[in-house]
C-alpha cells in the first residue's frame, strides 16, 4: 500500500506522520517512528481479522513528546498558556500545589486528541484561570506558577 507523508502541528510542536493508504479505519499511522492503528472519523470501517502478529498498538493520550521535554507553553511571570484551541478536560492541581518541572497540571482535548499540559519549571501553584470542560483559545492563560 502506498504511504503519505504528512505535516502536522499538534500546539506548538510539528511531527512528520506517515498514513498508509488507501485510508480506511483502522488506519495505520507512524509518528516519528512509532506505528499505531487507529480509527479515522468519517471513512469506512475495515473488518481484518486480529491476528498475533497484527496486535492493534496503544495509542497514547497525547502526542509523543521527546525524553526531557515536557507539552506547556509559558509566558511572561510563570504563566502557563494552552498550546491550542479546546476543550479543558481536567485540572490536575490546586492553588499552594507544588509542582516540579513535568508534572503534568491539566489536560486539554482538541478534536478527540488529549494534550497533558506539564509544569515548565518547579514552582508553586499560584493561580488557576480555568475550570474543567470551559473552551480556551490557543495562548489562552491556564494558570500561573510562583
Known sequence: MAVKRVRVKVGQRWYTVEVE???????KVTVEGETYLVEV????????????????????????????SAASTQTNGGTISS????????????????????DEVCVVEAMKMEQSIRAPRAGTVKKIYVKPLQQVNIHAPLMELE
Open 21 to 27: 493508504e488507501p485510508l480506511g479505519s483502522p488506519a
Open 41 to 68: 472519523e468519517g471513512t469506512p470501517t475495515r473488518r481484518t481479522p486480529v491476528s498475533p502478529s497484527r496486535v492493534p498498538l496503544q495509542i497514547p493520550s497525547s502526542p509523543p513528546t521527546p525524553p526531557g
Open 83 to 102: 498550546p491550542m484551541s479546546g476543550k479543558v478536560l481536567a485540572i490536575k492541581v490546586k492553588p499552594g500545589s507544588e509542582v516540579v518541572a513535568g
